[in-house]
C-alpha cells in the first residue's frame, strides 16, 4: 500500500484544487481556505486527523511508557490530542492560504507597476524594486505587493519593529529610498484604486474572451 501513497497524494491535491477553483467564484479566499480543509477532511475521511490525535495522546501526554499503546488504542480523544488537531488544521489553512495567494501576489506587481506609471511614470522602478526586494519579507506573499509600492511611492518600509514590545529585526523594503510622511497616504490610496480598476478591467476582458 506504501507505494501508493505519493498517487494518492496527487489525486487528493487536484481535487481540492479543483474545489478551491470553484470556491474561490463563490466566496472570498478566507472563507474558500477553510472550506478547502473541511473538504480534504471529508475526502480522507478524517483518517490522518484521526490518527494525529491518537499520536499527540500517546506519545505527547507525559503517560508511563507502558500505557503509549493502550492510550493510543483508545478512541476517545484526549486534551493532548485536540491540541494537534486543532494546530495541525491551522498549519494547512495557513498553508492552503499561501498557496492560493502565491500567484496572484506575483500578478499583482505588473499591475501596480502599470498604475503607478500612468500616476507618475514610476513603472519601471516600481516593478524593478518588486522583482529585486520582494522576497525580503516573513510572508512568502506580501511582499511583492508592498516592494512594488515602495518603488512606486520612493519610500522604504517594513524594517525592524516592536511587536508585544519585542524588537523583531526585519529587512528594509525600499532600502535605498527615504522615509514616508502624511503626502504619501493620498498617493497609496490612488495607486491602490487605479491598480484595481486595472485588474477588474483585465479579469472583465480575460471573461468575455473566454465566453
Given at each position: 500500500?506504501?507505494?501508493?501513497?505519493?498517487?494518492?497524494?496527487?489525486?487528493?491535491?487536484?481535487?481540492?484544487?479543483?474545489?478551491?477553483?470553484?470556491?474561490?467564484?463563490?466566496?472570498?479566499?478566507?472563507?474558500?481556505?477553510?472550506?478547502?480543509?473541511?473538504?480534504?477532511?471529508v475526502l480522507t475521511g478524517a483518517f490522518l486527523i484521526d490518527g494525529l490525535g491518537d499520536s499527540a495522546?500517546?506519545?505527547?501526554?507525559?503517560?508511563?511508557?507502558?500505557?503509549?499503546?493502550?492510550?493510543?488504542?483508545?478512541?476517545?480523544?484526549?486534551?493532548?490530542?485536540?491540541?494537534?488537531?486543532?494546530?495541525?488544521?491551522?498549519?494547512?489553512?495557513?498553508?492552503?492560504?499561501?498557496?492560493?495567494?502565491?500567484?496572484?501576489?506575483?500578478?499583482?506587481?505588473?499591475?501596480?507597476?502599470?498604475?503607478?506609471?500612468?500616476?507618475?511614470?514610476?513603472?519601471?522602478?516600481?516593478?524593478?524594486?518588486?522583482?529585486?526586494?520582494?522576497?525580503?519579507?516573513?510572508?512568502?506573499?506580501?511582499?511583492?505587493?508592498?516592494?512594488?509600492?515602495?518603488?512606486?511611492?520612493?519610500?522604504?518600509?517594513?524594517?525592524?519593529?516592536?511587536?508585544?514590545?519585542?524588537?523583531?529585526?526585519?529587512?528594509?523594503?525600499?532600502?535605498?529610498?527615504?522615509?514616508?510622511?502624511?503626502?504619501?497616504i493620498k498617493q497609496a490610496c490612488d495607486l491602490m484604486l487605479l491598480a484595481a480598476v486595472l485588474w477588474?478591467?483585465?479579469?472583465?476582458?480575460?471573461?468575455?474572451?473566454?465566453?
Amino acid at each position: 500500500m506504501i507505494p501508493y501513497f505519493p498517487i494518492v497524494g496527487i489525486v487528493l491535491g487536484i481535487l481540492v484544487a479543483l474545489f478551491d477553483y470553484v470556491a474561490l467564484r463563490v466566496w472570498g479566499n478566507t472563507v474558500a481556505v477553510l472550506l478547502d480543509v473541511v473538504f480534504l477532511i471529508v475526502l480522507t475521511g478524517a483518517f490522518l486527523i484521526d490518527g494525529l490525535g491518537d499520536s499527540a495522546d500517546g506519545l505527547m501526554g507525559h503517560r508511563p511508557k507502558e500505557n503509549v499503546l493502550t492510550i493510543m488504542k483508545d478512541s476517545r480523544l484526549g486534551t493532548m490530542g485536540l491540541v494537534a488537531i486543532l494546530v495541525g488544521l491551522s498549519v494547512k489553512w495557513a498553508g492552503i492560504d499561501d498557496i492560493v495567494n502565491y500567484i496572484p501576489a506575483r500578478l499583482s506587481v505588473p499591475i501596480i507597476s502599470l498604475a503607478s506609471g500612468f500616476l507618475s511614470a514610476r513603472g519601471l522602478r516600481s516593478f524593478q524594486t518588486a522583482i529585486e526586494e520582494g522576497a525580503h519579507h516573513t510572508s512568502p506573499n506580501a511582499g511583492y505587493a508592498e516592494a512594488a509600492f515602495a518603488g512606486a511611492l520612493g519610500v522604504k518600509l517594513n524594517g525592524p519593529n516592536y511587536y508585544h514590545g519585542q524588537l523583531v529585526d526585519k529587512p528594509y523594503i525600499g532600502i535605498r529610498f527615504g522615509g514616508t510622511n502624511p503626502g504619501h497616504i493620498k498617493q497609496a490610496c490612488d495607486l491602490m484604486l487605479l491598480a484595481a480598476v486595472l485588474w477588474l478591467m483585465l479579469m472583465t476582458s480575460a471573461g468575455v474572451a473566454i465566453a
